[in-house]
């Protein structure tokens, strides 16, 4: 079965601060890819950072980089100076090369505090 | 580039009524999924569309179907329409199918089932 967990339902963090959000994720396949997707109260689903598993380098956009551990099944999603726009419900999911669908955890949701 | 297009946003049905969504895709894109957003059970495959081929589908009853056109947009239809089907509604496009694939999303549609 394809899997991912997200234990963390709720995190806070203050403006300016650096916070981690973790995922793990369990998969058979080889040939696949990591995301976060940020979903604002705007419900507007967005890409925030993908990873292919054949890479190792953690991928980094901007503020936003991966710890990408992938014996561990580990992706976590590290934000970096905090803003309050970075409010939002963080989703990791993954996505194979046997098929096309993307597997979701259960969202976490962060709150940045002015 | 223009993003996903998703129509309407909102919707109020009754119970035993159906109901029609539809999306389009990024320009080039030819692969379409939709995902069903709950509070109780997250967000959830229903079907992936490419080349106006179903190519994969989720666990949902029959009452949930789909189609693709010639120009990639995709419509999802909803028959006999149930309290549970009330949902958030999203559509994604990636540019092929079968292979791992960032997926982008549209705005959601919103259906609420009275």
């Known amino acids: 079965a394809q899997t991912v967990t997200q234990s963390q339902p709720e995190m806070s963090v203050q403006e300016a601060e650096t916070v981690t959000l973790s995922c793990t994720y369990d998969?058979?396949?080889?040939?696949?890819?990591l995301f976060w997707y940020k979903q604002p109260p705007s419900r507007q689903m967005i890409l925030v950072i993908r990873?292919?598993?054949?890479?190792?380098q953690n991928a980094t956009e901007n503020r936003f980089s991966v710890n990408f551990q992938k014996a561990a099944k580990s992706f976590s999603l590290k934000i970096s100076d905090s803003q309050l726009g970075d409010t939002a419900m963080y989703f990791c999911?993954?996505?194979?090369?046997?098929?096309?669908?993307?597997?979701f955890g259960k969202g976490i949701t962060l709150s940045v505090r002015p | 580039k223009a993003g996903v297009t998703q129509t309407p946003r909102y919707l109020i049905k009754t119970r035993g009524q159906q109901v029609t969504l539809s999306c389009s895709p990024i320009s080039g894109h030819r692969s379409v999924s939709w995902y069903q957003q709950t509070p109780g059970q997250g967000l959830q495959f229903l079907f992936e569309y490419f080349s106006e081929t179903q190519r994969n589908k989720g666990n949902f009853p029959g009452r949930f179907s789909g189609r693709q056109f010639s120009n990639s947009r995709s419509e999802m239809n909803v028959s006999t329409l149930e309290l549970g089907d009330s949902a958030l509604y999203l559509c994604a496009s990636s540019l092929v199918s079968g292979v791992a694939d960032t997926q982008y999303f549209g705005p959601g549609t919103r259906l609420t089932v009275l």
């Open positions: 990873q292919e598993a054949y890479k190792q």
């Open positions: 999911a993954f996505i194979t090369g046997a098929n096309s669908k993307l597997t």
């Open positions: 998969t058979s396949e080889n040939n696949y890819y």
